[in-house]
């Protein structure tokens, strides 16, 4: 039931573009999105509620295709702060809340 | 408070000992989730409340696993019999009414268990 994100890792300079996909085998209602430093809790970036929706939070957005039961999320212009582990996550039915497999993102100068 | 707190922020107990971990939600949050996070892994869904009802224990890997909130506000995460393989970071989260649906989750500092 966890979502799986692709790719696992990924290296960018600065100022450099990065996409993150998130895929479920089960229907999305809702894709949610998080970034969680090392030894830090998870902070949230967005939330999609409908198929189609796109976001945009500084130069991070996201998108949702219903449809495909996908989610990407964009980092354009990468910067430093952006380093991290990325998760989407998904609410089924009763509110269990699944994040996905994660992504972990490293910018370097 | 301004955010979600938990305590202790660290635990260290031995194996088959018993142990309470805390949450106290941002006021005003009904809804309230438990977490497990290994290392290198995402966090694992335990336990959601909506109020002081446990709407939801199916993610709690055993009945060595309890949690409570029984007015609504904070929580405690309760094991019995602990054994080294619960070692993790437990988080909590609390949200708006109808949960993480809708609403993001603010999540606290965690509690870092370690079982030896």
């Known amino acids: 039931q966890q979502p799986v994100q692709s790719p696992q890792a990924v290296i960018l300079r600065e100022g450099e573009d990065a996409v993150i996909n998130c895929s479920s085998s089960k229907a999305l209602y809702s894709v949610h999105w998080y970034r969680q430093k090392h030894g830090e809790a998870p902070v949230f970036l967005m939330i999609l509620l409908k198929g189609g929706e796109q976001k945009g939070h500084e130069k991070i957005s996201a998108s949702f295709n219903e449809k495909k039961q996908q989610s990407s999320l964009y980092l354009t212009a990468s910067q430093l702060s952006y380093s991290g582990t990325y998760f989407c996550?998904?609410?089924?039915?009763?509110?269990?809340?699944?994040f996905g497999t994660g992504t972990s993102l490293t910018v370097i100068p | 408070g301004a955010g979600v707190s938990q305590t202790p922020s660290n635990k260290v107990t031995e194996k088959g000992k018993y142990v309470e971990l805390r949450c106290d939600p941002i006021s005003g949050h009904t809804a309230l989730y438990w977490y497990r996070q290994s290392l290198g892994q995402g966090p694992e869904f335990l336990i959601y409340?909506?109020?002081?009802?446990?709407?939801?224990d199916s993610g709690l890997p055993n009945d060595r696993f309890f949690a409570v909130r029984p007015e609504g506000s904070v929580s405690t995460l309760k094991i019995q019999r602990t054994e080294r393989g619960d070692s993790a970071v437990y988080l909590c989260?609390?949200?708006?009414?109808?949960?993480?649906?809708?609403?993001?989750?603010?999540f606290g500092p965690g509690t870092r268990l370690t079982v030896l």
């Open positions: 996550g998904t609410v089924l039915p009763g509110n269990q809340f699944y």
């Open positions: 409340f909506q109020g002081t009802g446990a709407a939801d």
């Open positions: 989260a609390s949200s708006l009414t109808s949960g993480a649906s809708y609403n993001e989750q603010f």
